[in-house]
């Protein structure tokens, strides 16, 4: 009886975390009747639900599970506070509301321990041993795992190839063609210009502008643009269709369930957001591609290659990939430069061949950046966008305190960021409309000067600081923030600079149904989550605790890249952006694949 009781307040307490309207209270002091976000038929139904989902099991958490959970649990109120009222009154407004917050976190708390202990027997469920197949597809896909993968991703794939001809062009890679072209654009207007003539920058990879353009110019060799972005795109679609093959491949020769490679070739087949990014002419689907191959090649290197001689084709081909990784996107390099060097601790046999890959490549990035861009005069990206958290955090200064801020302290700011329309620009979840106006005349001295402002500010209201940070970046570890996070619209701009005839066929229908289902996707029950950005923030961090608890220690390795991907995205401009996080949440069907695998192997 006493235990009904307990299971009963639990759900109860529960119930009012998710579904207690604070916001409502917080402004209206009430003044709706309903207090809750839904009616009364469907939280009973609810209650019901917690209590027999509380009933059902029970156990202990050991103290980093409860770490973990306590920080969901806070990514919760934090979240929900900034998404409502856009700051974290609903938590720290007054004491009635910091005490209803430790009351709320407990009703997190208790559920997301739950999940946790479900999720335990999840991971201890034995393997079952793949019966004899007698089915003709599923007999291809088990004796040729890469080709019946590429060939049937290949047939979806190609219904949006199809719909969206010739490519899903936005306006990034749209400023990229004219950047390709040597046409004045607002990239090359963000840096003072090493030769005045060359509009070429590297804010966008270079490689990656010569890629798009180079293909463009094909087209028009034959007198059709958009035949020339098509070809783009059936490029760019092969390459991500053969790293997803390659994946479920891979899977095969480890021993991974042939449930479990179905099951992961379903997703990448009708998720959405694969195929809507293998037509999206950005940087990030490269750069996710070589991600992919990386991970794929971390895993083989921490589960075979400890001991044993790393081949010589595989280190060529590792260091075409991480070299790849560092050419398609700027920051791929951190990445790189904060995960490889780890495998040289780890192995004991391949120490030269991993000292030797990670020198090769810091040799190359340089070469490659340091004298091959200045030698054909192509401009390195503003330091601008290494400053986001900084910019932001004054922009809110402002925004809040401006009768506070000195004449001293306006001209500092003014000489970096334009002060009379600062406030103005402050948007708390995107910091291009602040760092758009980053003076690229600024000196040295300049920014030292701003630096010793922003730190005195800092003193000042060092929680408008963090507030400025946490509304910036909340949506990585909060699931229930939504962002937009595929591109399907047509972008005229290389038209309308009349650099290219690019325009849609006129299977506008198609394309409708086709984005209508993109769009939708992250609304549906369950599998919604699988292009869910926080929760699959918090994915990584589950994996990372269950290595540790299960004795897989080793494994955290493979993570590393997702590490230091969620850092970028956390020193990113943009809240919840989707590019951003794309590689770890592309990944996350063989990751969490494998680490099934290794959780469940003795």
Known sequence: MKKKIIFLLISGLTLCSFFLDTANLYEGLGSRENPFSIELFPMTICFLFFYFFYSKKEGKISWIEKLMVSFFSISMLIGNSYMKIGSWNLVFGNLLFFFLSIFLFFGYYFFFKQCLLYFRMFLEKKEKKDGKIKNKFLLFFEQKPFLSSFLFLLLIF????????????????????????????????????????????????????????????????????????????????????????????????????????????AIYAFVPMYAFYA???????????????????????????????????????????????????????????????????????NKKQIGAIFVFLCLTYFGYTKILFPYFKITDGSIREALSIPFQQTARYVKEHEDEVTKEEREAIDQILTYDTLKDRYKPEIADPVKNEFNRYSTKEDLIRYFKVWFQEF????????????????????????????????????????????????????????????????????????????????????????????????????????????????????????????????????????FLKEIREK
């Open 158 to 265: 190609s219904i949006y190839l199809i719909a969206f001809y010739p490519m899903i062009l936005s306006k990034d890679p749209s400023f990229q063609i004219l950047q390709f072209y040597n046409i004045k654009n607002k990239y090359s207007d963000y840096v003072v210009l090493l030769d005045p003539n060359v509009h070429l920058t590297n804010h966008h990879p270079v490689l990656h502008t010569l890629l798009l353009g180079g293909f463009l110019n094909i087209g028009k060799f034959f007198g059709n643009d958009n035949f020339g972005l098509f070809l783009y795109s059936l490029f760019q679609m092969l390459w991500l269709i053969g790293a997803l093959s390659f994946t479920i491949s891979y899977m095969k020769k480890v021993k991974v369930s042939l449930k479990k490679r179905l099951i992961v070739l």
């Open 279 to 349: 037509l999206s002419s950005v940087k990030d689907t490269f750069y996710t591609v070589f991600l992919l191959f990386y991970f794929v090649f971390l895993y083989d290197f921490i589960k075979f290659y400890k001991e044993k001689p790393y081949p010589l084709k595989k280190c060529l081909l590792l260091f075409l990939i991480v070299f790849l990784i560092s050419a398609f996107r700027n920051n791929g390099i951190y990445v790189l430069v904060l995960s490889l060097p780890f495998l040289f601790f780890y192995t004991k046999k």
């Open 459 to 594: 003193l000042k209201h060092p929680d408008t600081y963090v507030q400025a940070t946490l509304h910036n970046i909340y949506g990585y570890f909060y699931p229930n923030k939504k962002n937009w996070y595929i591109y399907s619209a047509y972008t005229s701009i290389i038209k309308d600079w009349d650099v290219a005839d690019y325009h849609y066929n006129s299977l506008k229908p198609m394309r409708t149904v086709l984005t209508a289902y993109g769009e939708s996707f992250p609304y549906f029950p369950v599998v919604g989550l699988l292009s869910n950005i926080g929760f699959q923030t918090w994915m990584i961090l589950i994996m990372s605790v269950s290595f540790l608890i299960y004795k897989k220690k080793k494994y955290l390795l493979l993570l590393l890249p997702a590490y230091v991907t969620i850092l970028i995205c956390i020193a990113s401009p943009v809240n919840c952006y989707f590019r951003y996080a794309m590689p770890y949440i592309f990944a996350m069907p063989f990751l969490f694949t494998v």
